[in-house]
């Protein structure tokens, strides 16, 4: 079965996992050791067992506690005496570019520098990177692949390229930014030169963006789609939730769709195998 919970999602910082019966991931640390680890204790799994982490950018929302969760996973399998101490870490050479200075002492065999079009092999996990467009040096999403299913992580995207539309079509399930209400966002306080950023193609996917992705992207076996990377600022979990809701339902399209949430992971959702 493939397994994922957003553990932490938002403007103050982000971290997913994903697991099968045989592999452990965990995608993103933008948030402190402590608030993953207390995330994944409510989902009742443990930072040692962690074969990978994954990395989709450099921006500190993202990365800004992977070198404590790096160290806390050596200090913890010291203790019961793995074989292995190293969780390795992967990420584009242009994330890696920001990702040494905190990772001055990891072990070099540890750090795994990846590239669109790679396929990361793990025992019954296969995870594909995708470019995106966000204004990072190299920042990717992530499709896992396990057996028939197919999971899209896919925030900090100012657009949806027809490229990643084709990429991630089909997936059993999503988790998919919708990050600001269009309107809150202009009127809102924060300085012209930000809002533009965020309103540009190199930005981030408003709440009426991602409904009409999800249009193009979805088919008959979509079974989730979670909302996340919220703004704090600029959305609100119901008008998120009321918007995409509305611009699915107008184009007869059924999913069931998830908050995902700052300070609280979700719950460990199960994807069905296709038949």
């Known amino acids: 079965m493939l397994r994922f919970s ?16 045989k592999t452990r991931i965990l995608i993103d640390a933008g948030v402190a050791c402590k608030h993953i680890e207390a995330a994944m ?7 040692e067992d962690l ?30 005496e793995y074989d292995r101490l190293e969780v390795p870490i992967y990420a584009t050479e242009g994330s890696w570019h920001d990702l040494h200075g905190l990772m001055k002492d990891y072990c070099e065999a540890s750090r795994k520098v990846i590239a669109v079009g790679d ?10 990177p995708f470019p995106l467009s966000h204004d990072a040096r190299e920042p990717v999403g992530y499709i896992f692949y396990h057996g028939s299913n197919k999971l899209t992580l896919a925030t900090d995207l100012g657009y949806m390229s027809s490229r990643v539309k084709e990429t991630v079509a089909d997936s059993d399930a999503y988790i998919l930014e919708s990050n600001h209400d269009v309107n809150m966002l ?5 300085p012209w030169y930000l809002k533009k950023r965020i309103l540009s193609d190199k930005g981030h996917l408003s709440n009426e963006a991602a409904g009409e992705a999800l249009i193009d992207i979805m088919s008959e076996r979509t079974q989730d789609v979670l ?17 995409v809701q509305g611009i699915l339902e107008a184009a007869s399209k059924k999913v069931r769709l998830h908050r995902t ?3 609280k992971p979700t719950p460990l959702l199960e994807i069905k195998p296709r038949e």
């Open 186 to 190: 202009r009127v809102g306080p924060y």
């Open 227 to 243: 909302l996340a990377h919220l703004s704090q600022e600029n959305n609100y979990p119901d008008l998120a939730e009321i918007t």
């Open 119 to 128: 396929q990361l092999e793990f025992e019954d996990l296969l995870i594909e």
């Open 261 to 263: 949430y700052p300070d």
């Open 6 to 21: 957003v553990l932490a999602s938002g403007s103050s910082g982000n971290a997913v996992y994903v697991e099968t019966d």
């Open 51 to 80: 074969d990978a982490i994954l990395v989709t950018h450099e921006h500190s929302d993202h990365i800004k506690g992977i070198g404590v969760v790096a160290r806390k996973v050596i200090s913890e399998r010291r203790k019961k």
């Open 41 to 47: 204790a409510e989902i009742s799994v443990s930072l």
